[in-house]
């Protein structure tokens, strides 16, 4: 699996947020975003997933241009900024209800993605009624619960208390041992530190490789 950026660009209205990016994403790394809030991050994600048609240019998935297929890439999932979850349905069950949709993964393997972000002793809580570290928590289990060979996580540190950030990063490791492509995005270069391979910076809407 390869990811190919060529010529991103995205505009809105006549104010240009992606100008132009060119980069390639491999298997078996870890790649960190950084930049200031509002530096293009967020939008260059959503351009990645398809969530936005761009401007100029193309992403590719193994030479694939799923936006002219209208489609998704079937082994990539994200999470980008908020998550959001029916707020009346307990964690497991909102994880569930997603999981049904393609019937590849058991509630086992909710329920070990549930363990992977400390949120088991929490999966029969309301949505609603999860703290903002609970949310996050639950939207990274939604990431990794089938085993994507793409994961693509913004700002996923966010309200998580220090020992399960130690945990997701040591999983985090393993996954890019396995193979996968991983891209983190955060404000706060440190959480990068231990984690990329390379960093990219973002700057009003462009990008470069950031020197640690």
């Known amino acids: 699996m390869k990811i190919e950026v060529k010529n991103l660009t995205k505009k809105f209205k006549e104010e240009v947020v992606i100008d132009h990016i ?12 950084y ?11 959503k ?10 240019g193309e992403v590719l998935f193994d030479g694939i241009n799923y936006n002219q297929k209208k489609e998704f890439p079937e082994s990539l999932r994200a999470l980008i900024e908020k998550p959001s979850f029916f707020p009346d349905m307990t964690g497991f069950q909102n994880l569930k209800l ?3 949709i393609q019937h ?3 509630a086992d393997d909710i329920l070990k993605s549930l363990d992977i972000v400390n949120l088991l002793e929490e999966k029969d809580k309301k949505y609603g009624k999860y703290s903002l570290g609970m949310k996050q928590k639950l939207g990274i289990a939604q990431v990794i619960m089938e085993d994507p060979q793409i994961l693509i996580l913004d700002e996923p540190f966010n309200g998580i208390e220090e020992q ?15 193979g996968k492509i991983i891209l983190i995005s955060t404000h706060i270069k440190e959480d990068l530190f231990q984690l990329a391979d390379v960093i990219y910076q973002f700057d009003d809407g462009k990008v470069k490789e950031y020197e640690k």
Request: glycine content about 12%.
């Open 164 to 178: 399960t950030v130690k945990k997701l990063i040591e999983f985090l490791k393993k996954e890019r041992e396995r």
């Open 35 to 45: 930049g200031r809030n509002g530096a293009g991050k967020s939008i260059f994600l």
């Open 98 to 100: 997603l999981a049904d």
């Open 22 to 33: 060119n980069l390639t994403f491999d298997v078996g790394h870890i790649y960190g975003l």
């Open 47 to 56: 351009l990645l997933c398809g969530f936005y048609l761009p401007t100029e």
């Open 104 to 106: 590849k993964i058991t």
